[in-house]
C-alpha cells in the first residue's frame, strides 16, 4: 500500500453508539485473513491518548436562548392533577406530585390540542415520555396499549413492570 488514504475509525461504545476518530490511515492489508493495519497516529497524538482525553471531564460550558413558554401550562397542569387526584392515570403513583405530568392527548401544538381536562392525562415521567414517544398509548375504551415491539423487547426490571406489565 502506497497511498496513505484518511479514513474514519469508529470504535463502538455501545450498541448503537460510536465514537469517531479521524483521520487514521490503512497502511497494510492481509486478504487472506480479511484484515487491515490501520496508523491511528496524527502527530504526536495516538488514537489511545485522544480515546483517554475524550474521557476525562467535559468543560463546562453554556449559552442563552430565548424559548417559548406555554403561560397557560401552570394553570392546565393544576386542572389536570386535581381532575386525576394527583395520580397517574396508567401506574396510579401518587401522592409525589413532583414526579407527575399533565399530558396533552393532542398535542398543544396541534389545532385539537386545546390545554383543557377532556384533552389530557395525568401521568408519571415514565408514562407521559412513553406517551409521547408513542411506546403506549391508550384506547378509545380506556386500556393502555403497549406497542408490540415494546412489548416483545427484554430489557431489565423497569421495562419489565414499569411499561409491559
Do not use: W
Request: charged fraction near 30%.
Amino acid at each position: 500500500m502506497s497511498e496513505r488514504l484518511p479514513l474514519i475509525f469508529l470504535d463502538a461504545e455501545e450498541k448503537g453508539l460510536y465514537r469517531p476518530y479521524f483521520p487514521v490511515f490503512v497502511i497494510g492489508d492481509d486478504p487472506e485473513h480479511r484484515s487491515f493495519l490501520v496508523d491511528a497516529t496524527t502527530g504526536d497524538r495516538d488514537l489511545q491518548t485522544r480515546a483517554a482525553e475524550s474521557l476525562s471531564q467535559l468543560e463546562r460550558r453554556y449559552r442563552e436562548a430565548l424559548t417559548p413558554v406555554r403561560i397557560h401550562q401552570r394553570r392546565f397542569r393544576s386542572r389536570v392533577l386535581s381532575a386525576y387526584d394527583t395520580t397517574c392515570a396508567v401506574c396510579r403513583l401518587q401522592r409525589h406530585r413532583v414526579l407527575i405530568d399533565a399530558a396533552h392527548i393532542l398535542p398543544d401544538s396541534t389545532p385539537g390540542g386545546i390545554p383543557s381536562v377532556p384533552n389530557a392525562l395525568a401521568l408519571c415521567k415514565l408514562h407521559h415520555a412513553a406517551f409521547d414517544a408513542d411506546l403506549i398509548g391508550i384506547s378509545p375504551d380506556l386500556r393502555v396499549e403497549v406497542r408490540r415491539d415494546v412489548r416483545e423487547e427484554a430489557d431489565g426490571p423497569m421495562l419489565l413492570h414499569g411499561l409491559q406489565n
